[in-house]
Antibody, heavy 121, light 106 residues
Framework: QLQLQESGPGLVKPSETLSLTCTVSGGSISSSSYYWGWIRQPPGKGLEWIGSIYYSGSTYYNPSLKSRVTISVDTSKNQFSLKLSSVTAADTAVYYC?????????????WGQGTMVTVSS | DIQMTQSPSSVSASVGDRVTITCRASQGISSWLAWYQQKPGKAPKLLIYAASSLQSGVPSRFSGSGSGTDFTLTISSLQPEDFATYYCQQANSFPLFGPGTKVDIK
């Protein structure tokens, strides 16, 4: 059973870079039929897709965040990562990693539990 | 840019009620639509993908329909564990979630 687990600092200072890692267990991150994504949810608000990375290494980002986002994969560790630069209080949110693809077109069928990141000095 | 709307934003219902939630895309997205259920403090759970395909393990009281711009999620007989917030998500272009519909107890 594939599982995802987010990790990273829970507190980031304004103007710094938020860095999170998602560790995939129970399956290979290199599967050609999957893609991997980051989604966030500010407290009390809705869901916002940040970006996705495919097995090929191709990345796709939310246009509203594109200038600040980098998603990468480390196949040796079965992990993928998120970097969000120049953060402000508006980036305070629960950050989820998720898996898409396979027999499930266009949707995220497996999610991590989420990790709360607060941007504050 | 595609915009997603949901209605109602909240609904109060009783156990056993039939509940219908609507999701509308500002432009056609074929059947590239998914529905999720989220409970407080938990990650979203996929219920429906490709507009009407039931995700494995999801009870059959959940169903989805629609194509193009108008979609519905129906819970045929609301159960206590169904009180939650429901989000639609389009996947025709980049993933975009609707604002959510909260289903609470009447």
């Amino acid at each position: 059973q594939l599982q995802l687990q987010e990790s990273g600092p829970g507190l980031v200072k304004p103007s710094e870079t938020l860095s999170l890692t998602c560790t995939v267990s129970g399956g290979s991150i290199s599967s050609s039929s999957y893609y991997w994504g980051w989604i966030r949810q500010p407290p009390g608000k809705g869901l916002e897709w940040i970006g996705s990375i495919y097995y090929s290494g191709s990345t796709y980002y939310n246009p509203s965040l594109k200038s600040r986002v980098t998603i990468s994969v480390d196949t040796s560790k079965n992990q993928f990562s998120l970097k969000l630069s120049s953060v402000t209080a508006a980036d305070t949110a629960v950050y989820y990693c998720a898996k898409g693809g396979g027999i499930i077109p266009g949707a995220f069928d497996i999610w991590g539990q989420g990790t709360m990141v607060t941007v504050s000095s | 840019d595609i915009q997603m709307t949901q209605s109602p934003s909240s609904v109060s219902a009783s156990v056993g009620d039939r509940v219908t939630i609507t999701c509308r895309a500002s432009q056609g997205i074929s059947s590239w639509l998914a529905w999720y259920q989220q409970k407080p403090g938990k990650a979203p759970k996929l219920l429906i993908y490709a507009a009407s395909s039931l995700q494995s393990g999801v009870p059959s009281r959940f169903s989805g329909s629609g194509s193009g711009t108008d979609f519905t999620l129906t819970i045929s007989s609301l159960q206590p564990e169904d009180f939650a917030t429901y989000y639609c998500q389009q996947a025709n272009s980049f993933p975009l979630f609707g604002p959510g519909t909260k289903v609470d107890i009447k």
